[in-house]
């Protein structure tokens, strides 16, 4: 007869712990990753922008003298720097132990750190944060903080998904962001194409990306794929497969790149030129303050960024989307 046998009480086994740490947070910044990067020099870092008169009929008499023209003039704008922090406390004891998947426990936080903090930059990159100084502590707002405006203060062309879009005198400047009035809405092919439109010939701004929520980007596939229309392309891998996916849209102002960004909300979808935004750096990602304090190693990680937005007027957004 066969005896069960366990290892439960035998306490002079060893442990099968593999020899490694698998982190499985998405440290992906899709935003980031699709922008350009600058150097700020001031904690009020501005840029320049211009427009064009608008286009109209004219003809002049051979011989005449010539009119003014009333060109706009340059407009000047500014977005405040943002200060990430991290810090880092490691025991003496824990950084000289044997340990599983790592030799340095004050290293391994390090990177760890490194990729929280720059997941809390794309994230406030795509939240509906305004270009302010907090004036009381909420969460890990510190109050006086600058705070840097999102992507959604520096839009110049809106739509609402449901509703009907807010008035906004200050859209675009990144003191303000465009909202609903009404009940949120499933957005559609026809609220991507009215934002390129309102873009298209106003500025020099060609919109390669739409960027929406993960939730949302599978809500849009599935609204494309029980459509009939042709105009979407599918992605098809190297073996003639055929995604659900959606990856790339051809609208009549161009062809965009379908992106999801699981940081960001499901009520807003941005559509905009990767060339015409940056990330700007006033001071990179560095360590302070490394030092000991009794039997644990300290340190504080820093940096100091903001969102530049070359031309507004060639961002766009879809806001009060709804996910039904």
């Known amino acids: 007869m066969a005896t069960n046998f366990t290892t439960s009480n035998q306490n002079s086994l060893r442990e099968d ?9 998405r440290d992906m910044t899709p935003f980031i990753s699709s922008i ?15 427009t064009l008169q608008d286009a109209g009929l004219q003809a002049a008499a051979e011989g005449s003298d010539f009119a ?7 407009t000047r704008l500014g977005n405040r720097t943002q200060i990430f922090t991290k810090g880092i406390t490691i025991s003496g004891t824990l950084e000289t132990v044997d340990k599983a998947g790592r030799k340095s426990e004050f290293k391994y936080q390090s990177e ?9 930059i794309e994230a406030t990159l795509v939240s509906k944060q305004v270009s302010t100084a907090s004036a009381s502590a909420t969460g890990n707002i510190q109050a006086g903080a600058r705070l840097m405006g999102g992507y959604e203060s520096w839009v110049g062309s809106a ?9 906004n005198s200050t859209a675009g400047t ?4 465009w909202n609903g009035t009404g009940s949120a809405a499933t957005f559609t092919l026809d609220d991507i194409n009215e934002v390129l439109r309102s873009i298209n010939g106003e500025t020099s701004a060609a919109p390669s990306k739409v960027m929406m929520s993960t939730a949302q980007k599978v809500n849009f596939s599935n609204l494309v794929n029980a459509g009939t229309g042709t105009n979407v392309r599918r992605n098809i891998d190297e073996k003639g ?30 559509i905009y030129d990767p060339s015409l935004l940056s990330l700007s750096t006033l001071r990179p990602i560095h360590f302070r303050d490394i030092n000991e304090a009794g039997d644990a190693l300290r340190s504080f990680m820093v940096c100091e960024h903001t969102l530049e937005a070359k031309s507004p007027t060639g961002n766009g957004l879809i806001t009060n989307a709804s996910l039904t």
């Open 112 to 120: 760890k750190r490194g990729k929280e903090i720059m997941r809390d």
């Open 36 to 50: 350009g990067k600058s150097k700020a020099s001031q904690t009020l870092h501005e840029w320049s922008t211009d």
């Open 174 to 177: 990144g003191a303000s962001v």
């Open 68 to 74: 003014l023209s009333t060109s706009p003039v340059v």
């Open 159 to 167: 739509v609402a998904a449901g509703g009907t879009l807010d008035a």
């Open 17 to 25: 712990l593999a020899n490694y740490i698998s982190n499985i947070s």
């Open 241 to 270: 497969k055929l995604k659900q996916s959606v990856d790339l849209y051809e609208s009549d102002f161009g062809d965009v790149e379908v992106v999801h960004n699981y940081l960001m909300g499901d009520s807003s979808v941005f």
